[in-house]
């Protein structure tokens, strides 16, 4: 469904963004309260599962730091992937760095 495949795109982009493997990023999602594996994640952003569970989108929205629905529209920033170094604001999206 286009839909959770925008949210598995996004979800991917954070991770890439934040230089996050598959397995920090299921470890994090999986200390969150849903627990996934690397291959579930390698398989939905590779396309091979198509939807993503409500309670894995609400859980790596907590890992980045985001609402949850963060996730269903817009992209993360392309220059600072939604976490500018703390201190800092991003001149492209206007996202502060936490303090």
Known sequence: MKISAD?????RAY???RR??????ADAITAAGF???RGVIANQENGRVETIPVDQVVA????FGLHAVEL???DP????AGLPPEGF???????????
Do not use: Y
């Open 7 to 11: 949210i598995i795109a996004r979800i």
């Open 15 to 17: 991770r890439v963004g």
């Open 20 to 25: 996050m493997s598959a397995q920090q990023l």
């Open 35 to 37: 627990p996934i594996t």
């Open 60 to 63: 790596a929205a907590q890992v």
């Open 72 to 74: 269903f529209h817009g």
């Open 77 to 80: 920033c392309a220059a600072c």
């Open 89 to 99: 604001t991003c001149n492209t999206c206007g996202t502060g760095g936490t303090e």
